[in-house]
C-alpha cells in the first residue's frame, strides 16, 4: 500500500498525533508549550529495555526443517500421525515444510537482517537416533554442528530445545513413548550426547517444550501426536514421566557437557492473570498459578506435587518414589516461558481460593481460535514464576500470533493485527522487566511461517512469510516493526 492510497484522515491516524494536529493548524498552539521538538519524529523510547535484553526468535525441528527421510534420519510420531489422514489441516505433513534443513544458511540471513542476537531452535531426536537409543547418526549431529557454526559466524548466540515434540517413533513402538519410564531415559542419554557434542558452541539448553501440549493434547485429547486418549490412570503417570525424563535429562547434560553450560525448561505454564489488580484477585492468581500448573511446573520448582492435586486425582496419581522428586526438582539455571494467552482468575471461598473466569464468546482472538488476547499474561508470567519460586533467571522462549497473512503482488503483508499484539504484549513484559523480574531475553514465536501441528500450513505465526510452493521468505510488516524495535532495544 502507498501513501496516495491513505485518506488524509487516516494518514494522520497512522503517522500518530504529531501528524494529526500539524494537519489541523494546532502545532503552534503546542509549540509555545515547547513540544514540536519531535514533530513529525519518534517520541523519546518510553519502553526502553535494558541494555544488556537480548532479542531473538524462535522455531522448532518438525515445523520448519522438512529433509525428513535426508541424512539418515528416523521416523517421529509427527510423521506417523500426519501421514495417518484425518489428523492434519489437509491432511499436510512436515516432510518438507520450510526446508530449512536444505535452506538454513538463508534463514540465519533472515535472523541477522533483524539484527537478533539469540536463535532457539530445537533438535530432531531421530535425526539424531534413528531409532531413538544406540548408536548416534553422525550425520544427523553434523547437521546442528554446522547450523550453530553458522548462527556464531553471524554473531547469533545459539539456544537449544532437546524435545520440541518429534519423539523417535521406535520409542512409541516400543514403550508407547512417554507412558514408559524407559522413555524417560532414553530421552536423558540422547540429551547428554547432544550437549557433549554441541557444548563447546551452545551454552545454553532448553530439556523440553510444553509438558501439557505434547502429553495432554497427545496421550488424553488425541489432537496432537501420537493420537492417544488414555484413560486419567496411565495420563498421569506419563505426565510424571515426562517431568522425570526432564530432571534426568539436566542431570545428564551437567555430565556431558563442557563446564559452564546452562540448563532450563521451555513450559507454557498456565498464566493466572488476576481479574482486577486487587490484593484478593492477585493473592488468588498466586494460587492459580501453583495449581494450575501442578503437574508440571509447580513439582519442577518445588518437588512436590501439590495435595490439591494428588487428592483430586484419587486412586489415578501418579506413581512415584520420593527419589523421582528429587531427580524431578534438580535445580536449574533458569526457566523460559512460553506466553501467548490469560486465565483469567478471581477469588473464591473453595477451599483452593481462587476460581477461574470463562471469558465469553466475544473475547477478542487471533486468527488461532484458542490465542485469546491478553497482553497482561506477559507480565504475570516472570511475575508469578519470580514472586513463587524466587527463580533468578528468565527468558521467554516463545510469544507470537498467528494472523491471516495475504501477500500482496508486490510481495509486502500487513499483518498489523499482529503488530498490536506483539506492541501490547511487549509493553506489559516491559513493564515485567522495569519491576525488576529477571526475565533476560525474549524469542518471538515465530521466525518464519512452518508447519503449525494440527493446522497445518493454514495458520501462519512468522515474523517472515513463506511461500511454501517457492520456498521463499518476504519480510513482513511485523518483520520490519520488530527490527526497528530491536534496533531502538524499546517497544515501537
Ligand atoms: C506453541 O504452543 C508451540 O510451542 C509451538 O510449536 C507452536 O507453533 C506455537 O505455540 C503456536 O501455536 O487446537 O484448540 O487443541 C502454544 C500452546 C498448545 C496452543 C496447544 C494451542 C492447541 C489448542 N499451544 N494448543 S487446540
Given at each position: 500500500m502507498s501513501i496516495s492510497n491513505f485518506s488524509r484522515r487516516s494518514f494522520g491516524k497512522?503517522?500518530?498525533a504529531a501528524a494529526a494536529v500539524s494537519s489541523t493548524g494546532l502545532s503552534s498552539a503546542f509549540a509555545a508549550q515547547g513540544e514540536s521538538a519531535t514533530e513529525g519524529q519518534p517520541k523519546e523510547n518510553y519502553y526502553q529495555f535494558p541494555q544488556d535484553f537480548k532479542w531473538g526468535c524462535a522455531t522448532a525441528a518438525y515445523q520448519i526443517e522438512g529433509g525428513a527421510k535426508?541424512?539418515?534420519?528416523?521416523p517421529s510420531i509427527w510423521d506417523t500421525f500426519s501421514h495417518q489422514p484425518g489428523h492434519v489441516y489437509e491432511n499436510q505433513t512436515g516432510d518438507v515444510a520450510d526446508d530449512d534443513y536444505h535452506l538454513y544458511k538463508e534463514d540465519v540471513q533472515l535472523l541477522k537482517s533483524l539484527g537478533a542476537k539469540i536463535y532457539r531452535f530445537s533438535v530432531s531426536w531421530p535425526r539424531v537416533f534413528p531409532q531413538g537409543t544406540g548408536q548416534p547418526n553422525p550425520q544427523g549431529i553434523d547437521f546442528y554442528k554446522r547450523l550453530v557454526d553458522e548462527l556464531q559466524a553471524n554473531g547469533i548466540e545459539p539456544f537449544c530445545t532437546l524435545f520440541h515434540w518429534d519423539l523417535p517413533q521406535a520409542l512409541q513402538d516400543k514403550y508407547g513413548g512417554w507412558q514408559s519410564r524407559e522413555t524417560s531415559k532414553a530421552f536423558a542419554d540422547y540429551a547428554g550426547y547432544v550437549a557433549s557434542q554441541l557444548s563447546d558452541k551452545v551454552h545454553h539448553f532448553f530439556t523440553m517444550n510444553e509438558f501439557s501440549s505434547f502429553i495432554d493434547l497427545g496421550y488424553r485429547d488425541g489432537r496432537f501426536a501420537p493420537g492417544l486418549k488414555l484413560a486419567p490412570g496411565p495420563l498421569n503417570q506419563a505426565r510424571h514421566n515426562a517431568v522425570l525424563a526432564h530432571g534426568l535429562s539436566v542431570q545428564a547434560i551437567r555430565a556431558k557437557a563442557q563446564a559452564g553450560t546452562r540448563v532450563g525448561v521451555a513450559e507454557n505454564a498456565a498464566v493466572p492473570v488476576p481479574v482486577i489488580e486487587s490484593e484478593a484477585h492477585i493473592k488468588a492468581s498466586a494460587s492459580a498459578m501453583r495449581e494450575l500448573n501442578a503437574p508440571y511446573l509447580t513439582v519442577i520448582m518445588e518437588g512436590k506435587y501439590t495435595e490439591h492435586y494428588l487428592q483430586s486425582a484419587g486412586a489415578d496419581a501418579p506413581k512415584f518414589t520420593p527419589e523421582d522428586l528429587k531427580v524431578i526438582s534438580t535445580p536449574l539455571d533458569f526457566v523460559g516461558?512460553?506466553?501467548y494467552t490469560p486465565v483469567y482468575v478471581r477469588s473464591a471461598d473453595s477451599p483452593e481460593g481462587f476460581a477461574v473466569v470463562k471469558n465469553p464468546s466475544s473475547y477478542p482472538h487471533m486468527a488461532s481460535s484458542w490465542l485469546d488476547v491478553g497482553p497482561e499474561a506477559l507480565y504475570w508470567s516472570p511475575r508469578h514464576v519470580g514472586e513463587i519460586w524466587k527463580v533468578k533467571e528468565m527468558y521467554i522462549t516463545e510469544n507470537g500470533a498467528s494472523s491471516a497473512d495475504v501477500l500482496t503482488s508486490d510481495g509486502q503483508v500487513y499483518d498489523t493485527d499482529r503488530l498490536m499484539y506483539l506492541r501490547n504484549y511487549l509493553k506489559s513484559l516491559h513493564r515485567a522487566v522495569t519491576e525488576g523480574f529477571p526475565v533476560r531475553g525474549?524469542?518471538?514465536?515465530?521466525?518464519?511461517?512452518?508447519?503449525?501441528?494440527?493446522d497445518g500450513y493454514n495458520l501462519r505465526f512468522g515474523l517472515y512469510y513463506v511461500d511454501f510452493k517457492t520456498q521463499k521468505r518476504y519480510p513482513k510488516l511485523s518483520a520490519k516493526f520488530y527490527k526497528e524495535l530491536i534496533a531502538r532495544n524499546a517497544v515501537v
Open positions: 497512522a503517522m500518530g535426508d541424512g539418515g534420519r528416523g516461558l512460553n506466553v525474549y524469542f518471538c514465536w515465530s521466525l518464519m511461517d512452518n508447519f503449525e501441528w494440527a
